[in-house]
């Protein structure tokens, strides 16, 4: 079975604090994603990337970065938290052009 | 970039009866369509997808169809069951360069199973 883990499912962080979500997979996939989920708007994409140090912007980047220094690993980075980013955070990854398999996901509160 | 509209936000169906979801997407370039299960605590999980080359799908109880030129596509459920009650995301994107883009999704519909 393909495994996805996400290092937290709760974190509290205060504003204005860098935040380091990490994501890792176990099935030597090349492609990994990066949502967040808020009731209403579904699943929207932050960043993702096609192979170790490589990163491409997703519909919502503004705020996050991302880094991948190892093929299984995915870390998506608040370099200054807000409120307005308290979300769930859900990592993906997928074979090319097969379907993603997500993580159990990270709900981080900003106060 | 692409939008995807999906309706309804919340299905209400007798258990026994069918359900059908709709969603529309904007970019015709897009060629990958997913259906996402997520039910309530737990991580959305594909149960069903269907490519630009194929105008329906079927896996058991559950269908997809494809219409390219009015560029929308369906989610078809019968005979529900209680376990089918959930939250269902559809989804397109691109498949490109070898690799598929990331997915963009419609905003859920919330379907419930009454006994």
Known sequence: DVKVTQSSRYLVKRTGEKVFLECVQDMDHENMFWYRQDPGLGLRLIYFSYDVKMKEKGDIPEGYSVSREKKERFSLILESASTNQTSMYLCASSIISYEQYFGPGTRLTVT | ?115
């Open chain 2, 1 to 115: 970039g692409e939008n995807v509209e999906q309706h309804p936000s919340t299905l209400s169906v007798q258990e026994g009866d069918s359900a059908v979801i709709k969603c529309t997407y904007s970019d015709s370039a897009s060629n990958y369509f997913p259906w996402y299960k997520q039910e309530l605590g737990k991580r959305p999980q594909l149960i069903i997808d269907i490519r630009s080359n194929v105008g329906e799908k079927k896996d058991q109880r559950i269908a997809v169809t494809l219409n390219k030129t009015a560029k929308h596509f369906s989610l078809h459920i019968t005979e529900t069951q209680p376990e089918d009650s959930a939250v269902y995301f559809c989804a397109a994107s691109r498949e490109s360069g070898g690799g598929a883009d990331g997915l963009t999704f419609g905003k859920g519909t919330h379907l419930i199973i009454q006994p």
